[in-house]
C-alpha cells in the first residue's frame, strides 16, 4: 500500500499541468500532454548562456531546434526555448537541457490564432485597423513573456488558381504589407492584452489576392488565410497653383466612378510655405456636394510649398468608411515676371484653364450619372408596363376563348 501511494506522489506533477499555464516545478524536466490536446507550446528557461534543450517524445524520439519534424516549431534564444507542437503524442515528454534553478516549464494548450474579417473589396492605397489575438482554450492569452517573442506578419500573395501545383521557383512572391504590434502604440490600444494590431496599408497593385497572416520568427506555426480583391483608389487629388496673389492654391478632391457617398468627404491637410510656416487645413463637402476643392493659402513668395495629409469618405457600396493618406508633395512659386504693358501672364491662363477643365469633368460627370439613372428608371417603367401588358392581354385572351368555347356547346 505504501509503494502504491510513493509511486501515485512521484507521478503527480506529469499531470498537475492541465490544471492551466502556470508555471510548475516538474520531475526531471518532465511533462504530460493529454490525448485531448490539439496543440501546445510550452517554455523552458535555461541557464545563461547554453544550447537549446534535446525533446524526448513519449515513443523515445529525440527532437532538437535544428532537426525536428514539421508539425514542430522551434524559437530560441541565449537562455529560452518556445516549442510548438501541432498534435502532439500523448504522454510523457521529457526537456534535456541547462535548464534553470527554477526548473521552469510553462505549458500552452489549444492556441488558436483569430483575426478581424477583411473587407472582400479593398481600394488601393487606404489605411484601417487590422487586429489578430491568440487564445488558448478560447480564452485571451496574456502570457507577457510568450507573447513579447511572437511576431506575427500579413502578407499579400498575388491570386493564382491552383497555386499549389506550381513548382517552387514559379510560386508566387509576397508583398509584406506591416507587422503587428501588442505594444500599445500607434493603433494598439492596450499593451500586452494579447490582442495585436496593424495600422494596414493596402500598398498594393489593384486585383485578386491571397492575404496570410503567419508568424515570421517560428513561435507560433499556424497561419490564417483570406481572399480579396483590390480596387483602383476611388479619387484623384490635384493641386491647381493660383498665379494671382490675391486668390489661394487649389486642391481638388475627385471622386471616380461614383465610388464615394456624396457629401461625405472630408480632409486633414498640412501645408507648410516657403519659410516653414506650417498650417492645418480641415475641411469637408457639404451633404449635395460630389467634389471636395480645399483652398491652401498663397502667400505670394517664391520658393517651394509642400503638402500632406489624409482623405476620408465613404464607401457607396458597402457603407464602409475610409481612410487615405495623401504622401508628401512639393510645389514651387515663381515671380511672375510682366512687362509694362501688363501682357497676361500664360501661367495664369493655363491654371485657370486647368480649373476650368476639372469643374468641366464634375458637371460631365454629374450629368452622366443623372443619364444613368433616367435610363434605367424610364427601363423598369418599360419593362412594369410590358409585364401588366402582358398579364391584361392573356387574361383577356383566355376570357374569349372561353366565351367561345361556351357558344359551341349544344343545349341540353
Not at 55 to 62: E, I
Not at 354 to 377: A, C, F, G
Request: hydrophobic share 40%; glycine share 4%; with cysteine.
Amino acid at each position: 500500500m505504501l509503494k502504491r501511494l510513493w509511486i501515485c506522489l512521484a507521478i503527480w506533477p506529469l499531470f498537475a499541468w492541465a490544471q492551466g499555464n502556470d508555471q510548475m516545478t516538474w520531475l526531471d524536466n518532465r511533462f504530460r500532454v493529454d490525448p485531448t490536446i490539439k496543440q501546445v507550446s510550452f517554455m523552458v528557461k535555461r541557464e545563461e548562456p547554453s544550447r537549446p534543450v534535446i525533446l524526448v517524445a513519449p515513443d523515445g524520439s529525440k527532437y532538437y531546434s535544428s532537426r525536428h519534424p514539421k508539425n514542430v516549431s522551434w524559437y530560441s534564444e541565449d537562455d529560452l526555448d518556445i516549442i510548438s507542437i501541432d498534435s502532439p503524442m500523448a504522454g510523457p515528454w521529457q526537456a534535456i537541457g541547462r535548464v534553470s534553478q527554477d526548473n521552469r516549464i510553462t505549458l500552452l494548450s489549444n492556441l488558436r490564432l483569430t483575426a478581424d474579417t477583411l473587407p472582400q473589396n479593398l481600394y488601393q492605397s487606404e489605411v484601417l485597423k487590422f487586429s489578430a489575438k491568440l487564445l488558448q482554450n478560447e480564452q485571451a492569452l496574456t502570457v507577457r513573456d510568450f507573447l513579447e517573442r511572437v511576431k506575427l506578419r500579413i502578407l499579400f500573395y498575388p491570386f493564382i488558381a491552383d497555386e499549389q501545383v506550381l513548382p517552387n521557383n514559379m510560386q508566387p512572391e509576397p508583398t509584406v504589407i506591416g507587422d503587428f504590434a501588442d505594444d500599445g502604440q500607434d493603433r494598439d490600444e492596450k499593451a500586452g492584452d494579447g490582442i495585436f494590431t496593424l495600422s494596414l496599408p493596402v500598398d498594393v497593385e489593384p486585383g485578386k489576392y491571397r492575404v496570410v497572416i503567419k508568424s515570421m520568427n517560428g513561435v507560433f506555426s499556424r497561419a490564417l488565410e483570406q481572399e480579396v480583391l483590390v480596387y483602383p483608389k476611388p479619387f484623384s487629388a490635384t493641386l491647381i497653383k493660383s498665379h494671382n496673389a490675391q486668390d489661394p492654391h487649389q486642391l481638388v478632391v475627385l471622386p471616380q466612378d461614383d465610388a464615394l457617398v456624396v457629401g461625405s468627404l472630408a480632409s486633414y491637410i498640412q501645408y507648410s510655405s516657403p519659410k516653414n510656416k506650417q498650417q492645418i487645413i480641415q475641411q469637408r463637402a457639404l451633404p449635395a456636394e460630389n467634389e471636395l476643392s480645399i483652398a491652401l493659402p498663397n502667400d505670394d513668395m517664391t520658393g517651394k510649398y509642400a503638402w500632406s495629409g489624409w482623405v476620408y469618405g465613404t464607401d457607396r457600396l458597402h457603407q464602409r468608411e475610409l481612410i487615405f493618406p495623401l504622401v508628401k508633395s512639393h510645389f514651387a512659386a515663381v515671380k511672375n515676371i510682366r512687362a509694362e504693358n501688363h501682357v497676361v501672364d500664360q501661367a495664369a491662363i493655363e491654371a485657370e484653364k486647368q480649373r476650368q477643365q476639372i469643374l468641366h469633368d464634375i458637371e460631365q460627370q454629374k450629368q452622366s450619372r443623372e443619364k444613368t439613372i433616367r435610363i434605367m428608371i424610364m427601363g423598369n417603367i418599360a419593362i412594369i408596363f410590358f409585364i401588366v401588358g402582358s398579364i391584361l392581354g392573356w387574361r383577356m385572351f383566355k376570357k374569349r376563348r372561353k366565351e367561345k368555347q361556351d357558344e359551341l356547346v349544344l343545349p341540353s
